[in-house]
């Protein structure tokens, strides 16, 4: 496994661990998109994605992972909703090619324990 490899299985780990936080603190705040139908929910997160790129805030973030999180709940990958909403695809592509990496990002005060943990023991670069 070369370097590149290694740093890439490190980071889907990573983003693994916090979409579960993720999800727990959705849980934690009631799962309020549960009584939602599929395709409701379908709409809400695309539209929590749209105001999210178009307004980047805490509000807009959580109402995004919100959704997201009850999506995943269901068994649903959002991934699929990027692939099939062309505007939604050209957000993720722009944001990601103007991002740095998640690492950047990173706060260990913000963070949840179990991040930290993971991103300590990764020795992640910034």
């Known amino acids: ?3 590149e490899e290694t740093e890439e299985a490190k980071m889907e780990k990573l983003l693994h661990v ?3 936080e993720g999800i727990k603190q959705y849980l934690d705040r009631g799962r309020r998109h549960s009584s939602m139908s599929l395709e409701a929910l379908k709409v809400e997160w695309c539209d929590a994605v749209r105001a999210l790129f178009a307004q980047r805030n805490r509000a ?3 109402r995004e992972e919100d959704a997201g ?3 995943v709940i269901r068994g ?4 699929i909703l990027v692939d099939s909403n062309p505007d939604i695809g ?3 592509e722009q944001f990601h090619a103007e991002s740095p990496p998640a690492s950047f ?3 260990p005060d913000l963070a949840p324990p179990a991040v930290t943990e993971l991103i300590k023991k990764m020795s992640l670069k910034n």
């Not at 649903?76 to 991934?79: A, E, H, I, V």
């Open 18 to 20: 916090m979409e579960a």
């Open 76 to 79: 649903f990958d959002p991934q």
């Open 105 to 107: 990002y990173f706060d």
């Open 90 to 92: 050209e957000l993720y």
């Open 69 to 71: 999180s009850e999506l």
């Open 60 to 62: 807009n973030c959580q």
């Open 1 to 3: 496994m070369t370097d």
